[in-house]
């Protein structure tokens, strides 16, 4: 594994780095040189000799051509700097979020965490072509202004320079407040946004009571709100505006007088004196970013530790064991298990069974029950808070990840389909799959005769910006993946949704034919279609309150009895 | 930030368009500042004067300067010489320039400010009163990101756009006033090389924002692999697609590279370019200024004015250079935005389609409270998802609509709402055909309990009293207490004003739904539309829900969409679709 991380980013394209300060001292020095000729010629002017042009202009053209080649090596210099750094910092992060802890990516929220990330890399890269840049080569323009000016005047550069903190104290002053403001402001627009979305998500209901004036109010009241705070953050921005016009206007006054001053007493040339006029926009323009640059830090600071903080969450644990597989060893095997997640909340408690090879195996119970955290286990997103998960008869953390993971084969309830055609998301079941074994999977899986009938068939987008399929193509798809992938253990978690009878009995039949010969283990939600599991378990808060056959259970007259009869009275509604 | 920084940045806004045009679209654009009523008029005329007082500013400064240069060339003694009263009148006046400036953006701001705030409450006000087809159609996120960031741009006109294309445009008008003054020879010649240079600029505009546009896409499509990344990971996971994963996100990333290298190459040629050019200014200038100094045309201090003036004037320039591009992809965006203004809302009476307004009586004379007669309707005018299908509904009487989904139960529901117009034949309501009442009063006649009970993200109390605006408190009290919620309410830490979160989220489902019947129970509207849930509630949950419901429904008339057998067996009618 490469060092790809930020630090080695950095080390590694420094010498861009290097090479943009170097452009930026030159062309600063070009810009010097050339005021520091302009005043030349005005004291010759002055003093009454006459000029040659040709003798002053052919410099001046080298100056130009040295300035130009300068500025181009510059611009390319931060460009490529920022540019290869923002890749590696990127990949780096994709790297690393391939390999976080599944439990991670399940409390923090996808949703969320994309938030996050899009919008602190978006800062990060701001960071690089913009701030990073700005400093190095305000830096490096304020030292080179700097030195020149001692040569004409250190008495001036001294009354220059004290006349600026002033500057930073009054600016940064004011930007504490408007940062207070605009946090306001911010939270103002979410809510704004917030409430539109609640309003739309609620259009039934407030078409059926009549609640558009309501509801407009409710928007009305937020927007003024966003006016009352603007106006006050007007105010306070115009102020800081207008100061620091007056911060930046004040010292050159000063300075223009001590100008006039150094001059009388014959301690500068009038040449001097004007190209000191000419560099002072160039000194002052950097000194006044000072202040900005620390609020800016500041920002970026908080970006670039979420960054790190992601970066340095622990990858998900495996073993390295490649077991050899035992044909008498139970397939799986949970003993005692307990799982809460982090916040302390307990959603299984001393959950313990077996699954044998072959067999057929149902979950059962209401949302909460903690059906899908067992799942979650058996997929090895999760480690068992206490207790032991086994696969063979060797705990899941012994086992290397990657190869435990190739025992199983998983059809999910929210069924992702990757951007891309279809072929490519039924292939992602196996490696290298030819076109052929992809169509075999797919009729097996029930979905070839639909995707024929598509313009494109094989070759038809999906995802966000392709073909829409319903939920129930979708299912079947992810039954053709998980067919190609040809697992020993199938784990499936039904989806809830309603689909019409034909599309279902589809389903029904593909994961027929899916789960011959394999272990399965499945969470339903309509137990009309695991009548036929060799084991069922009944899941309530946590626990395994019941198990048995369908036969046992209904005989026994307990909780899935209980449901199986709640759920024939809705069915015949 | 260099020019050519900005000149991406701009056109790397303008890049999520499919389609750019460079030509400003005027009609659009005085749309937009039309719409800001007599708040345009103070707003243009705090840019005028921001504009003004800000190169006075800069001019008062410039000829402070002159002064100063002009004083060197004086004798000794002279020299400071009425210095005092001149700095004491510069900063006087540079001061009222800018009190003027500031009142100026004070105002600028918030007509901005107020405009895009009109902008926003406009839009929303129309994304509420759309027919009901669109939120049929259209997921809601969509609707957010598509249309609130048209219109979040075209509040950007307002905010900064119209300024930046018009404020420079009138602050070189007014740097030239002095300069012309100061020497007209040496101005035009620095005039004409500031427009090259803006030509020089221009040319560039236009690859640069094709090549960047190419860039945003691959960009974005980084972003969304991101995403996919994300929201896949379970099957990435399983399938042990980790390194194809990565291995595909960094060949993009690697395109992307690729692609922003070119792009780079054509910003640094600009950028050594306009170093050049500046260069090649302050050569010109001083060419010219030794050669016009030495005829006694002019004099070194009003150079050094000259020069002053010159750079901020130049900027200026350069900055419509930039401006305008991006004005003109700004305005695209407000095109849309006015296009979603100008489409169609929902009318105010329900569409039928028989020409007779007659009152009609029903079967039972003028007991029937609803009727439908052969009603036909279909979503795309293709599929009828209902077909000649008639139903008499007598006052005070509970009828069941039974049937698997996708057969039209729900549709009947939107129907009776008036969400929905049919696409033949007749609805009544209390003997009177639909188009005989406004929407509104059609739903004031109708308790409706959805399916999934929406909650707004209000208080529990404000939830309930959507049911009837003026109620109080007492009254939302004991529709609760009939709804069976009264006493979970109370458990709540804020009781009545306990945030119900998110669509309701804090809650749970027999909750939302005890409230959504306390808000149908406040309405205490004659007739009763119930789509019942089918997602399975625990039985001490369902007992409540089920005794609120029988409360509701005592002398109504009740239109249930039934799932459950019980409801079925209290029907005074079934129909089955």
């Known amino acids: 594994m490469k060092k790809e991380g930020l630090s080695g980013s950095i080390k590694k394209y420094g010498y861009l780095c290097v090479l943009y300060i170097l452009f930026s001292y030159i062309l600063t020095q070009v810009v010097v040189d050339g005021s520091n000729r302009i005043a030349q010629a005005t004291d010759a002017l002055f003093a009454g000799e006459t000029l040659e042009l040709k003798k002053f202009l052919i410099?001046?053209?080298?100056?130009?051509?040295?300035?130009?080649?300068?500025?181009?090596?510059?611009?390319?210099?931060?460009?490529?700097?920022?540019?290869?750094?923002?890749?590696?910092?990127?990949?780096?992060?994709?790297?690393?979020?391939?390999?976080?802890?599944?439990?991670?990516?399940?409390?923090?929220?996808?949703?969320?965490?994309?938030?996050?990330?899009?919008?602190?890399?978006?800062?990060?890269?701001?960071?690089?072509?913009?701030l990073i840049p700005s400093v190095l080569m305000d830096f490096v323009t304020i030292v080179t202004v700097c030195i020149y000016m001692n040569s004409l005047s250190t008495r001036l550069l001294l009354v220059t320079i004290v006349c600026y903190p002033v500057l930073f104290w009054l600016a940064n002053k004011f930007t504490r407040s408007l940062g207070k403001l605009t946090g306001k402001r911010r939270n103002l627009y979410d809510d704004l946004e917030n409430v539109a979305l609640d309003v739309f998500h609620g259009i039934t209901v407030g078409r059926s009571f009549n609640l558009y004036k309501i509801q407009n109010?409710?928007?009305?009241?937020?927007?003024?709100?966003?006016?009352?705070?603007?106006?006050?953050?007007?105010?306070?921005?115009?102020?800081?505006?207008?100061?620091?016009?007056?911060?930046?206007?004040?010292?050159?006054?000063?300075?223009?007088?001590?100008?006039?001053?150094?001059?009388?007493?014959?301690?500068?040339?009038?040449?001097?004196?004007?190209?000191?006029?000419?560099?002072?926009?160039?000194?002052?323009?950097?000194l006044g970013n000072v202040p900005n640059y620390l609020v800016s830090i500041r920002e970026y600071r908080v970006s670039l530790l979420r960054l790190l903080e992601i970066l340095k969450q622990p990858n998900e644990k495996s073993g390295e064991a490649v077991f050899e597989i035992h044909e008498n060893e139970s397939v799986l095997e949970l003993q005692q298990v307990a799982f809460s997640y982090t916040d302390g909340q307990t959603v299984?408690?001393?959950?313990?069974?077996?699954?044998?090879?072959?067999?057929?195996?149902?979950?059962?119970?209401?949302?909460?029950?903690?059906?899908?955290?067992?799942?979650?286990?058996?997929?090895?997103?999760?480690?068992?808070?206490?207790?032991?998960?086994?696969?063979?008869?060797?705990?899941?953390?012994?086992?290397?990840?990657?190869?435990?993971r190739q025992q199983l084969a998983l059809v999910s309830q929210n069924v992702f389909l990757f951007p891309g055609t279809i072929a490519e998301n039924v292939a992602y079941g196996k490696n290298g799959a030819t076109r052929e074994e992809v169509e075999e999977a797919c009729k097996q899986a029930n979905i070839h005769a639909f995707i024929m009938t598509l313009p494109q068939g094989y070759d038809t987008l999906v995802g966000e910006r392709g073909a829409r399929l319903s939920g129930g193509q979708r299912q079947r798809i992810s039954i053709a993946r998980a067919i190609l992938k040809n697992a020993p253990i199938l784990l499936m978690d039904e989806p809830t949704s309603a689909v019409d009878v034909e599309t279902e009995q589809l389903i029904q039949d593909a994961m027929r034919k899916v789960s011959k010969g394999r272990t399965v283990i499945t969470i339903a939600h309509r137990l009309s279609t695991i009548q036929d599991a060799d084991l069922i378990y009944v899941f309530e808060k946590g626990h395994i309150v019941e198990s048995g056959t369908h036969k046992i259970l209904m005989e026994k007259n307990g909780a899935y009895c209980a449901l199986y009869q709640k759920e024939t009275e809705e069915r015949s509604a | 930030m260099g020019y050519s920084d900005v000149l991406i940045e701009q056109c790397g806004a303008n890049a999520t368009q499919e389609q750019q045009s460079n030509?400003?679209?005027?009609?659009?654009?005085?749309?937009?500042?039309?719409?800001?009523?007599?708040?345009?008029?103070?707003?243009?005329?705090?840019?005028?004067?921001?504009?003004?007082?800000?190169?006075?500013?800069?001019?008062?400064?410039?000829?402070?300067?002159?002064?100063?240069?002009?004083?060197?060339?004086?004798?000794?003694g002279l020299m400071f010489d009425g210095l005092g009263k001149n700095v004491l009148l510069c900063v006087l006046a540079g001061l009222c320039c800018l009190a003027i400036y500031g009142v100026g953006y004070i105002v600028y701001t918030m007509e901005a400010k107020r405009g895009g705030a009109n902008l926003q409450r406009v839009m929303y006000s129309k994304a509420m009163r759309l027919p009901f087809m669109y939120y049929d159609t259209t997921h809601s996120g969509e609707f957010m990101s598509k249309v609130m960031y048209d219109s979040g741009r075209a509040q950007g006109i307002y905010g900064s756009r119209f300024r930046r294309i018009?404020?420079?445009?009138?602050?070189?008008?007014?740097?030239?006033?002095?300069?012309?003054?100061?020497?007209?020879?040496?101005?035009?010649?620095?005039?004409?090389?500031?427009?090259?240079?803006?030509?020089?600029?221009?040319?560039?505009?236009?690859?640069?924002?094709?090549?960047?546009?190419?860039?945003?896409?691959?960009?974005?499509?980084?972003?969304?692999?991101?995403?996919?990344?994300?929201?896949?990971?379970?099957?990435?996971?399983?399938?042990?697609?980790?390194?194809?994963?990565?291995?595909?996100?960094?060949?993009?990333?690697?395109?992307?590279?690729?692609?922003?290298?070119?792009?780079?190459?054509?910003?640094?040629?600009?950028?050594?370019?306009?170093?050049?050019?500046?260069?090649?200014?302050?050569?010109?200038?001083?060419?010219l200024g030794i050669f016009f100094v030495s005829k006694d045309v002019t004099t070194v201090e009003n150079?050094?004015?000259?020069?002053?003036?010159?750079?901020?004037?130049?900027?200026?320039?350069?900055?419509?250079?930039?401006?305008?591009?991006?004005?003109?992809?700004?305005?695209?965006?407000?095109?849309?935005?006015?296009?979603?203004?100008?489409?169609?809302?929902?009318?105010?009476?329900?569409?039928?389609?028989?020409?007779?307004?007659?009152?009609v009586k029903g079967e039972r004379g003028e007991d029937s409270c609803i009727r439908m007669e052969h009603v036909s309707f279909s979503y795309d005018g293709e599929n009828n998802i209902l077909d000649d299908f008639s139903v008499d509904i007598p006052k005070g009487k509970c009828v069941a609509l039974k049937g698997e989904s996708g057969k039209g139960k729900s549709t009947i529901a939107k129907l009776l709402l008036g969400f929905y117009s049919v696409t033949a034949g007749e609805m009544y309501l209390n003997g009177k055909t639909y188009d005989n009442y406004t929407r509104e009063q059609i739903r004031n006649q109708i308790g409706y309990v959805p399916q999934e009970?929406?909650?707004?993200?209000?208080?529990?109390?404000?939830?309930?009293?959507?049911?009837?605006?003026?109620?109080?408190?007492?009254?939302?009290?004991?529709?609760?207490?009939?709804?069976?919620?009264?006493?979970?309410?109370?458990?709540?830490?804020?009781?009545?004003?306990?945030?119900?979160g998110e669509r309701g989220n804090h809650l749970s489902g027999g909750e939302k739904q005890r409230i959504a019947i306390a808000r149908a129970i406040l309405k205490n509207a004659p007739i009763l539309l119930l789509d019942e849930a089918t997602s399975a509630l625990d039985n001490e949950s369902e007992r409540l829900v089920n005794e609120a419901l029988e409360r509701l429904m005592q002398d109504r008339t009740t239109i249930v969409i039934a799932h459950r057998v019980s409801t079925l067996n209290r029907a005074d009618a079934i129909i089955e679709l």
């Not at chain 1, 490529?80 to 990127?90: D, G, P, W, Y």
């Not at chain 1, 077996?354 to 067999?359: D, T």
Request: net charge negative.
């Open chain 1, 59 to 130: 410099p001046f053209v080298l100056l130009m051509f040295i300035g130009a080649i300068a500025a181009f090596g510059k611009s390319l210099m931060k460009n490529s700097f920022s540019l290869n750094v923002q890749t590696a910092i990127k990949n780096s992060i994709v790297q690393k979020l391939v390999r976080l802890e599944y439990q991670y990516l399940d409390e923090t929220g996808t949703g969320a965490l994309m938030n996050r990330l899009i919008s602190d890399i978006y800062e990060i890269e701001a960071l690089f072509s913009e």
């Open chain 1, 217 to 286: 109010a409710r928007i009305e009241k937020i927007i003024q709100g966003i006016l009352d705070n603007e106006y006050i953050r007007t105010r306070i921005g115009m102020l800081s505006l207008v100061m620091g016009d007056i911060v930046r206007w004040m010292p050159r006054l000063m300075c223009y007088i001590f100008a006039l001053y150094e001059t009388s007493q014959q301690y500068m040339s009038i040449g001097s004196c004007m190209a000191y006029v000419m560099l002072l926009d160039r000194l002052v323009r950097p």
């Open chain 1, 348 to 404: 299984l408690k001393d959950i313990s069974f077996s699954v044998e090879r072959g067999e057929q195996i149902a979950l059962v119970g209401g949302s909460g029950s903690g059906k899908t955290t067992v799942m979650k286990l058996l997929c090895g997103f999760y480690q068992p808070s206490s207790g032991k998960c086994q696969m063979y008869g060797h705990d899941y953390q012994e086992w290397n990840l990657e190869t435990l």
């Open chain 2, 23 to 76: 030509r400003i679209k005027w009609r659009i654009l005085w749309r937009l500042l039309h719409m800001m009523k007599s708040g345009f008029w103070k707003y243009l005329v705090a840019i005028i004067a921001m504009s003004v007082a800000l190169s006075a500013f800069d001019t008062v400064t410039a000829f402070l300067l002159k002064d100063i240069m002009a004083r060197i060339s004086w004798e000794q």
């Open chain 2, 166 to 287: 018009l404020m420079p445009c009138l602050m070189v008008s007014c740097y030239l006033v002095p300069m012309v003054y100061l020497n007209w020879q040496v101005t035009l010649c620095l005039f004409g090389a500031s427009a090259s240079l803006l030509l020089l600029n221009t040319m560039f505009v236009v690859p640069m924002q094709s090549m960047s546009q190419k860039l945003s896409g691959t960009h974005s499509s980084l972003t969304e692999r991101l995403s996919n990344l994300l929201a896949g990971m379970e099957q990435v996971k399983i399938f042990g697609l980790q390194k194809l994963m990565v291995d595909e996100y960094v060949d993009a990333n690697e395109r992307f590279r690729k692609g922003q290298r070119s792009m780079n190459m054509l910003s640094a040629c600009l950028d050594g370019l306009n170093q050049g050019f500046e260069l090649l200014g302050s050569m010109v200038f001083i060419a």
């Open chain 2, 303 to 359: 150079l050094a004015a000259i020069y002053v003036l010159y750079g901020s004037m130049s900027w200026n320039l350069l900055q419509v250079g930039i401006y305008i591009p991006s004005m003109a992809s700004y305005l695209a965006n407000a095109e849309r935005v006015f296009a979603f203004l100008d489409s169609e809302e929902e009318a105010e009476y329900v569409e039928m389609h028989s020409n007779t307004k007659d009152v």
């Open chain 2, 453 to 500: 009970p929406y909650l707004y993200n209000v208080s529990i109390a404000e939830n309930i009293r959507y049911g009837k605006p003026d109620a109080t408190l007492e009254e939302i009290i004991e529709a609760a207490q009939k709804a069976n919620a009264h006493d979970f309410i109370m458990r709540q830490e804020e009781g009545y004003d306990t945030n119900v």
